[in-house]
């Protein structure tokens, strides 16, 4: 290597002075020109009550913006295929880097989605079993079971010079099972839940909900069809009848006078109500649609999704789906196992790959998981796994709230990949509430003061230190910890469960107590989930709230969400004798220039689309004619405008008083969303609202077991006191409380906690503590108690 002589200091580039992401004039939501310097190649924490803007200047604003310029640099014809996200409004922004978003969206549910699909570790498997397996049944596609076989042969014209008809024949060997095709299990609808057969059409057989006989149209097709005799039972039907009747072909029939197509039972049942999400249904068809269909495991490929040929292929004695069907930890080690010098390079990178997933905290999933069912924090860590690896520098990574799901034991782990990840010299934004990630931050951002309106604005920029002495809500409950209960509740009976055996439970036998708050707590995989949601008996009165995502578009938002707006458009209706339909934007009412929406969208091809307030109604989302009535002084778009807080004190006494509202808008409030607009689209709102938006809605429903999954989710230090105060207050009510959660100040205040583990997937699975808080920090027999034992001070 030569050596340098010259021992004068370089001259500074140029290039050396860009070491800050600037953020000027940000007014995204409730963004308050918002003015920061984000320095690069360091660790940033954004904290801040939820709904106090983090996501909007993270997500909604640099990285939106990140994303929009990469994209810019792509052809006009690649654009025409690619998301075109506005531009944020914002009056300037410098600095910025390519940037990687990892954020809590649910991976897809779609049924032939599992944990290999999305992260490519299936497509390399597939790979190693073409080129290893024995007996050899063809390329990679004769493994994948989103592949089915194709055969076809025919004649076909070639048009090179002069016109030739030659015979070809197709082959495609694929490795989806036919009879499931690749989901696994097959649906069956059980017949007794569709009608009782002792009856006949004309008595009212039918027992699907909103099927009346003697009105309804459907049924009056199936009774007036000519294909069978309504007034005979339904059992006495001929073979040939109960065909046409349950599985008949759609054919036009003449009832009353009226043309109308008939249809088997069957098909119609699917078409009408398996087709629908069930999430998206009433209550009441969601119970039906339960009991009438069952999913078995497909008697085919025994749940394996893959064809005969496809699972004889071994390596080792191990086929694909044995390899898919193992616990990942496990996997791993298999794979090095293997000495194959021909594919070296691909037992390199799937090793890698799945020695990612150990190293993230997932080594107890298998790959075969759907990924439907992965929590939030889950799905998040499997997104992770593709960067872990990554050799790219100077990257901004967005993470976003990357402790969610993660037992006190696991989030040290995630602390230390993010930091290797700005050692690596990337950026790494984080948008987290968890004091044990916010400590290691280089620097930290503090949105508030509040929440919504009330937020939008920097209360804080500097160090861990600064923030701890700073006086803003987020510094100001940094080091606040719960002190365990003294006196705990005497439970008033037992929920048994016996042998739970879901997922990995391990022949679980457990007495949750009723009456009383009780903590569901362990490891990530330790079989929380599968303990509460898999195995509590049925018919206990359970109202479970778990983490999926609520679904709603820029048309839905609180007041329909929780349907809120039902009795505000009945109390308008009645005041003024028109019809409730007026008052709903989705409805009669709707403004014609924006059919509702209150502003116009502008499609602009492969540039961004341009998204404008309706000039007819000026973003108040109704005809001018319906916003003349008034209810109480007030017409429709203004009530949609108030927030929760003054909506409740509006709907609560003199002429405007709707108990029904009112109702709805209390427990709005109880679990802290006074702040929200009954008319705030529901895509604007963070994920901590929504889950509290979700909690306030499942309120209503009456039962004896309250069932909730990380209530804690997406919510800051100070909201965490609010939510015990109300869990005190609906075990007070008479109502059980069960909780799965990590927070340790839920463990301190609960009255009665399981642990499970001691580890994850097949090292959990059982129960390692029953107790209370107390005996628990006492005995630190087990993982959760150490950090508990931490946590309080013990």
Known sequence: ??????????????????????????????????????????????????????????????????????????????????????????????????????????????????????????????????????????????????????????????????????????????????????????SDIDLTQLYDDSKSLSEGAFTIPGWKSDSQWTVQVYAQSGFVDPDKPIRRYTEKELQDFLYGEPVKVKVNGVNLTYEGLIPKIQKSFLSKDKEAMQPHIRAFVERAVTFTTCPGCEGTRLSEAARSSKIDRVGIADACAMQISDLAAWVRGLDEPSVAPLLTALGGTLDSFVEIGLGYLSLDRPSGTLSGGEAQRVKMIRHLGSSLTDVTYVFDEPTIGLHPHDIQRMNDLMLRLRDKGNTVLVVEHKPETIVIADHIVDLGPGAGTAGGTVCFEGTVEGLRAGDTVTGRHFDDRAAVKKTVREPTGALEIRGANTHNLRDVDVDVPLGV??????????????????????????????????????????????????????????????????????????????????????????????????????????????????????????????????????????????????????????????????????????GGERQRLKLATHMAEKGGVYVLDEPTAGLHLADVQQLLGLLDRIVDSGTSVVVVEHHQAVMAHADWIIDLGPGAGHDGGRIVFEGTPADLVAGRATLTGEHLAAYVGA
């Open 517 to 686: 708050l009780t903590v569901v707590t362990g490891v990530a995989g330790s079989g929380k989930s599968s303990l509460v949601h898999g195995s509590i008996p049925p018919g206990e009165k359970v109202v479970s709230v778990d983490q999926g995502a609520i679904r709603g578009s820029r048309r839905s938002n609180p007041a329909t969400y929780t349907g809120l707006l039902e009795p505000i458009r009945k109390a308008f209706a009645k005041a003024n004798g028109v019809k409730p339909a007026l008052f709903s934007a989705n409805s009669e009412g709707a403004c014609p220039g924006c059919n509702g929406a209150g502003v116009v969208y502008s499609d602009l091809a492969m540039m961004a689309g341009v998204t404008s307030t309706c000039e007819e109604c000026e973003g108040k989302r109704f005809q001018p004619a319906v916003l003349e009535y008034r209810f109480a002084g007030r017409d429709i778009s203004e009530v949609l405008g108030m927030s929760v807080t003054e909506a409740e004190e509006f709907f609560g006494a003199g002429e405007a008083r709707t108990p029904a509202a009112h109702r709805i808008l209390g427990r709005l409030s109880d679990v802290g969303l006074g702040y929200l607009s009954l008319g705030q689209p529901l895509t604007t709102l963070s």
């Open 1 to 186: 290597m030569a050596t340098r002589t010259d021992t004068r200091a370089p001259a500074p580039q140029a290039s050396d002075s860009h070491d800050l992401i600037r953020v000027h004039g940000a007014r995204v939501n409730n963004l308050k020109d918002v003015s920061v310097e984000i320095p690069k190649r360091r660790l940033t924490v954004f904290t801040g009550v939820s709904g106090s803007g983090k996501s909007s200047l993270v997500f909604s604003t640099i990285a939106a913006e990140s994303q929009r310029m990469i994209n810019e640099t792509y052809s006009a014809f690649v654009q025409g295929f690619m998301p075109t996200p506005a531009r944020p409004e914002v009056d300037v922004l410098e600095g910025l880097t390519t940037a990687i978003i990892v954020d809590q969206q649910r991976l897809g549910a779609d049924p032939r989605s599992t944990v290999g699909t999305v992260t490519d570790a299936n497509a390399m498997l597939r790979i190693l079993f073409s080129r290893l397996g024995e007996p050899h049944i063809g390329p990679p596609g004769a493994y994948a079971f989103n592949v089915p076989s194709v055969r076809a042969s025919g004649a076909i014209t070639v048009e090179r010079g002069s016109k030739k008809t030659v015979k070809a024949t197709f082959n495609r060997t694929g490795g989806m099972c036919p009879r499931c095709e690749g989901r696994g299990t097959v």
